[in-house]
């Protein structure tokens, strides 16, 4: 199993990034997926999941975040908008429940 996160960056705040993760070894459509985050110094969190029919936010990121996958390319993306310094962390995405391999995350830096 692999979990390849990318697309983060450095953005000002009000900016946007589209995260990308390419996920090989399952067939993504069959599980619930999420991305999750870690801040410097926090545990990780859940940000946003999808299963069939269903996406579900942190209180953080709704209206902001949106959750999609795209089947036929066995991806999960992740677009943030009207980021925030707040929104600055390593961001994953996994299966929820998780695995235990979290495969590279991706740095997404929001400055003020």
């Known amino acids: 199993v692999q979990l390849q996160a990318s697309g983060g960056g450095l953005v000002q705040a009000g900016g946007s990034l589209r995260l990308s993760c390419v996920v090989s070894g399952f067939t993504l459509s069959f599980y619930p997926m999420a991305w999750y985050r870690q801040a410097p110094g926090n545990q990780r969190e859940l940000v946003a999941d999808?299963?069939?029919?269903?996406?579900n936010y942190a209180d953080s990121v709704k209206g902001r975040f949106t959750i999609g996958r795209d089947v036929t390319k066995n991806t999960l993306d992740l677009y943030m908008n009207s980021l925030k310094p707040e929104d600055t962390a390593v961001y994953y995405c996994?299966?929820?429940?998780?695995?235990?391999?979290w495969g590279q995350g991706t740095q997404v830096t929001v400055s003020s």
């Open positions: 996994n299966r929820r429940p998780a695995l235990t391999n």
């Open positions: 999808i299963s069939t029919g269903q996406t």
